[in-house]
């Protein structure tokens, strides 16, 4: 897509810009503050976006990488949210990002641990969440209808699976996002291509309603951007720039092996919480090799980190719960990697696994408007009210919303890709894309045999999607450092794909 490069020179000469009045000022990078960027530009506004420090920094880059169809949200009678969550997702499968989301097969074991009322209960829940689907007009070509399988069946998608008195399985399907961090790199990319100013590094130390004096985080310069409206899309840090949002953060953790050590299953299991009706921990397969294990529901007080950090507990937890299904029970030595995000829920009595996935857009007596609570899946439709919601108190004008049918960059059909040579992680992870990253073929070999990322993705990520130093790269834009050690592998690679963007930068000069 025209225009929607990111990358240092492009944040440097938009920064220096940045002191004209705006339309609209997002003061955060994650999946709700880049999908307001994307809205609010799509509609014709001028946008300014900043982050203190990289997009999906935050919570958007600790999900469990799923695309929830609303099934949880029925079990507990929250019926619009579920339906939201059940639109929302058919938007991402069919028209915004199908390259980002795919089905995903989810395996319920019918162990011991599963009596049959529950089973039945199970089968009635996937069911409902079936015509749930249907009811949001996603094709059941996109999303296969949820069956019971045999026992045989069952084994043969989940070996690992303990086999004693095992009644078969229920089979439901749900979206799986390619990443997390890439559907809010696509978000940025898009909103850039309608004109937003994508700044990461940026801090606001000052917030009001018509503007923020931020500190750029290079260079240590301060500077003041001038808003006619100010969005507040920090997630759990809303309450540090603006006073009175009261939130109740909770830490979601997942654990991570490798696909061998679970037997490499075809389809995510399920596995259920002893003594909780209806809690699960889910083992995620990953296309790349690894698999994620999650995942937690537990309140957090006090200062919020920047980099939230599972505890013993919690991992101790997740390998109690996923072993109890399996046939070979796995180990803390078999974890090879960990990682913890903090929920921006509205505070409400009750447990935290308790309390409404409900957004809320609230304002300031400043006139600063935030958005907080909802989740991922539902990130659009929080952005639209956001920006519809700043339009209408100041009166502002612009055209409807557009977002449920505007592709990210790298949507389209990539069918014409398979076969030419170019690794299926790039057409996965970029779409129609991929070929433009395939141009160099030295720079396709994979990093190492545990690490499928290539340098052609550490140098696109330099050029193209706003990477300024290693940890965006490893952390963000290919997720290497999910895993620690081979992120210390992959180190030299990223620095490498750096030093290559600077000396093309000073033969520019």
Known sequence: MSGSSLNAARRERELAESTDTVDLLVVGLGVTGAGVALDAASRGLSVVAVDAHDLAFGT???SSKLVHGGLRYLAKAQ????????VERGI???RTAPHLVHPLPMLLPLTPMVSPAQGLMARA????GDILRASAHTPRSVLPRPRKLSTTETLRMARGIRRQDLRGGLLSWDG??????RLVIGLARTAAAYGARILTRCRVQELHGDGAVVRDEVTGTTSTIKARAVINATGVWAGELVPGIDLRPSRGTHIVFRAETLQSPAVALTAPVPGASNRFVFALPQPDGLVYVGLTDEPTNGDIPDVPQPTAGE????????SGVLENPVRHEDIVGAY???RPLLNHDGKTADISREHAVLTSPEGVVTVVGGKLTTYRRMAEDAVDTVLRQRDMQATPCVTKTLPLVGAGNTSALVGQGIPDRLIRRHGTEAALLSRDPELLQPISDDIPATMAELVWGVEHEGALDVGDLLDRRTRIGLVPADREVAVPFAERALALQTRA???VD
């Open 60 to 62: 958007s880059r600790w």
């Open 340 to 342: 913890a995000g903090l």
């Open 505 to 507: 930068a000073r033969s």
């Open 79 to 86: 019926f619009g949210v579920a339906y939201e969550s059940a």
């Open 176 to 181: 799986q996002l390619e990443d997390d961090a």
């Open 125 to 128: 829940g996937f069911v409902a």
């Open 92 to 94: 991402l499968m069919t």
């Open 315 to 322: 991992i101790g937890f997740l390998l109690d719960v996923l």
